[in-house]
Every structure is written in C-alpha cells, then in structure tokens.
C-alpha cells in the first residue's frame, strides 16, 4: 500500500521524513526575509535622510534634528565645497587648435576627464552642433573639475562628415571612454545639461553624492521650458 505524502505539510510525519532526507526540506517563508529587508531600507532611508540637503536647509533643521548629528553633516558638506574649489580649475570651454590637441586632450586626460565637441564646420547651421556648444558653456561653468574642450571637425579630421557632427569624445587616462557620434543616443535636438551630467556620472566623471548635482528637477524643469522654445526656432532654421 502507497501511501501519498504531501510535502508542504506540517506535520510530525513530515518532519522524520525530511530528517531521513526521503522528501525536501520545506521551502522558508519569505515573508521575514522581506520584511528585514524594508526594515533595513527605512533604516538606510533614514540614515542618509540628510545626504541631499546644503547648508542652508541643514540650518533650517535645527529644530527637527540632533544638533550633533546636523553638525557632522555641515562639516561634511563644507569638507566637499571645499574639494570642489580646489579641483575646479577650469570653469570655461577651452577652443582647441590641432597641434595642441595631444597635449590639451590626451595627456590632460590623465589628470582628470576631457570631453571634446567636434563641431559642425557649418556652424550655426547645425541646430544640434549649435545646441551642444551651449550645453558645453553650462556644464563647464558648473563643473570645474572636467575640461571641455571644443574644435571644428574639419579642422581636427581632415574630411570629417558633417552629418557626423556633432561628435563627443570622451577621454580619461590618455584613453577614449566614451564617443557620441551626433546627439540622436541623448536626445537630438532635445538634449539638455541633464543628459550630459547623466553620462558624466556613468563614466564615474562626477559621483551621485555630488552637491552640484542637487535639485536637478527644478533646472530640469527650466530647461525644458528653455528647450521648447529653442527648439521651434532650430524648426524654422530648416523650412
């Protein structure tokens, strides 16, 4: 006689069975496991509950916080503000002219990351060329740390093709990390400095912690009310 077992159940039978290896061992619960999890979430969550705020609104939270715990994160926010002056030595884009181009791009690349536009020899014409050369201006000012570097494709790569432009090369190490060939992989004509801070953190150019970085929903909003506008006019460019 056969006698049926049913392995999930939980019974005394089940549990000599499973000690004598005959049927699997019950599968755990989940359930506990989840929920450490959430619980070591929230407490993640309220652990670094700080990490976004500048000094300003950790002053306005004297109030809510303990005031030890507010001042280790004044001191570690002035401890980054203060890096961030100190390696910010550039602040502007830098026109390149070819001889200099080994010098200016490849070997400065060892010493931080170099991001050159290759721009339309059109010109203005050129609505994402046009487009980048402003995005370049924006982030050069805000991160000083990272050179940007702009030279006329043509004038870099003899015969360089136009409908390649505008091209960004990114360097680190004396070495390429990364290359856009046009704008289409961020955005076309609809690219914003969010986009370029988004590949600069992917390349490990900037960090998430970056205080820089804070707030960038609010520009994001002004940029694309500044994009739409803008965009209608690189429209008209081409009727």
């Known amino acids: 006689m056969q006698v049926e077992v049913n392995p999930n159940e939980d019974t005394e039978w089940n549990d000599i069975l499973r000690q004598h290896g005959i049927i699997p061992e019950k599968p755990k619960d989940p ?4 929920q450490e999890a959430l619980v070591e979430a929230e407490h993640k969550a309220h652990e670094n509950r700080l990490e976004d705020k500048d000094l300003d609104e950790l002053d306005e939270l004297e109030d809510e916080e303990d005031e030890k715990f507010l001042e280790q994160y004044r001191q570690k926010r002035l401890a980054e503000l ?17 001889v200099d181009y080994g010098r200016e791009v490849t070997e ?3 010493q931080y990351f170099v991001l050159v536009h290759l721009s339309s020899p059109s010109g203005g014409a050129n609505p994402e060329s046009r487009i980048l050369s402003e995005i370049w201006r924006q982030a050069a000012a805000k991160f000083g740390d990272v050179k940007f570097c702009e030279i006329r494709a043509d004038m870099c790569i003899e015969g360089y093709p136009e409908r390649n432009t505008p091209t960004v090369l990114v360097y680190k190490d004396g070495e390429i990390r990364r290359q856009l060939v046009t704008l289409k992989e961020v955005g076309g004509v609809r690219t914003k400095l969010g986009d370029i801070e988004q590949m600069l953190l992917d390349l490990g150019a900037l960090k998430e912690s970056d205080v820089r970085l804070k707030k960038r929903s609010d520009s994001d909003e002004e940029d694309s009310k500044a994009e739409e506008y803008n965009v209608e006019d690189y429209d008209d460019d081409w009727d």
């Open 31 to 34: 359930e506990p496991l989840i």
């Open 82 to 98: 203060t890096t961030l002056q100190t390696t910010a030595i550039h602040n502007q884009v830098y026109p390149l002219q070819k």
């Open 108 to 110: 400065a690349s060892n």
